[in-house]
């Protein structure tokens, strides 16, 4: 489901001398133009999500961390996939081990132990499965969900809805402009916009303390994709 909305727009008539009428300027300045910027905005409801699952171990010596970071992350990932996450859905982001340091006056410092952290991406296509993830994954050992991002599926569809929103306002004003200027609108000279969308949502962050037993509330809410052009018609006066 998605709802269209058109945002602001600016005019600009430019090309002209001062104090003379867009049909009275000078031919060597060229063509006389009208310049109209216009943003559409569509929003979606996102139906896919990245969880980051992680566990961090803390002990001595590293191999121990290790191993009990393994175990974990392991016992994690087979659950996940009992879950119907296929191999391409599950990739491992980040692994890091890092000495515990302890420093004291007139001494050299000490390692105490060591912290292993290993992070994996859950890439969740429907997202009604994000709830029973977290849960799942903090129930066999994660102790790290730092981040849930929604997305949707049709994002690209609805970045082109905005652009044609973004013209047509664009195009409105300028035909508005060019009338009241005692003209009419002419070729249409150039047309751009910007190389990415503009795209506002939420991003959720989860805390690792949640309890498993009860089941985590998600709320994906929507996203506002928003495109802006830029557009440039000659001015033909009458």
């Known amino acids: 489901m998605r709802t269209m ?12 001398a001062p104090n003379v009428l867009p049909a009275q300027a000078s ?22 999500a990245t969880i980051l699952v992680g566990v961090q171990s803390r002990a001595s010596p590293a191999a121990a961390a ?4 393994a175990r974990r992350q392991r016992a994690i990932l087979d659950t996940l996939r009992k879950l119907g996450l ?3 859905q599950l990739s491992t982001i980040n692994y890091n081990v890092s000495p515990e340091m302890q420093y004291a006056p007139n ?7 060591y912290t292993v ?3 994996v991406r859950a890439d969740v296509r429907k997202l009604d499965d994000a709830a029973r993830i977290i849960d799942a994954a903090l129930a066999k050992g994660a102790n790290e969900i730092s981040g849930l991002r929604f997305f949707s599926s049709v994002a690209d569809s609805a970045r082109r809805a905005a652009l044609e929103a973004a013209v047509k306002e664009a195009r409105a004003d300028a035909e508005a402009l060019a009338r009241a200027a005692g003209g009419t609108l ?8 910007s190389s990415s969308p503009i795209m506002r949502g939420q991003d959720m962050m989860a805390a690792a303390g949640m309890a498993a037993r009860v089941a985590t509330p998600i709320e994906p809410g ?13 001015f033909v006066g009458r």
């Open 5 to 16: 909305f058109v945002g602001w727009a600016a005019v600009v008539v430019i090309g002209f």
């Open 186 to 193: 002419g070729p249409l000279l150039e047309v751009s916009t």
């Open 27 to 48: 031919a060597a300045s060229g063509p006389s133009q009208i310049v109209a910027s216009g943003v559409g905005e569509v929003r979606v409801t996102p139906d896919r």
């Open 117 to 119: 952290t290993n992070t």
């Open 66 to 69: 290790a191993a009990d970071n």
């Open 222 to 234: 929507q996203q506002l994709i928003s495109a802006a052009v830029v557009a440039r018609w000659v």
């Open 107 to 113: 001494s050299q410092p000490r390692v105490t132990g």
């Open 86 to 88: 296929g191999n391409d």
